[in-house]
């Protein structure tokens, strides 16, 4: 398995969340690393994407403030802290690795994707 996500579960409304994403080291060494989620019956969304050398990080809106993504260089891990979690944060959560470094929001940009993890807010 060359991208291993881990870490969610059901929580709280307002409760926190760190997904994990562990990754080989050539996949790890991708440009660009991001996290989407899916939700049942809709379309898979972009959450945040890092960038490999500058740390640069970006952000959709709906969790802007809220989320945090962050890798450890020397663990070859991609982190999402997750906090003030909604009902609307419920999906599952998918890490992914694009190579070119296109800075994109596509999921169609991403070429390796890890298998995903349920994460589930109830209020």
């Known amino acids: 398995v060359q991208l291993q996500a881990s870490g969610g579960g059901l929580v709280q409304v307002g409760d926190s969340l760190r997904l994990s994403c562990a990754a080989s080291?050539?996949?790890?060494?991708?440009?660009?690393m991001g996290w989407f989620r899916q939700a049942p019956g809709k379309e898979r969304e972009f959450v945040a994407r890092i960038r490999r050398g500058s740390g640069t990080s970006y952000y959709s809106d709906s969790v802007k403030g809220r989320f945090t993504i962050s890798r450890d260089n020397a663990k070859n891990t991609l982190y999402l802290q997750m906090n003030s979690l909604k009902p609307e944060d419920t999906a599952v959560y998918f890490c992914?690795?694009?190579?070119?470094?296109?800075?994109?929001?596509?999921?169609?940009?991403?070429?390796?994707w890890g298998q995903g993890t349920q994460v589930t807010v109830s209020s």
């Open positions: 992914a690795a694009d190579y070119q470094g296109s800075w994109s929001s596509r999921p169609s940009e991403y070429e390796l």
């Open positions: 080291v050539r996949i790890y060494s991708s440009t660009v």
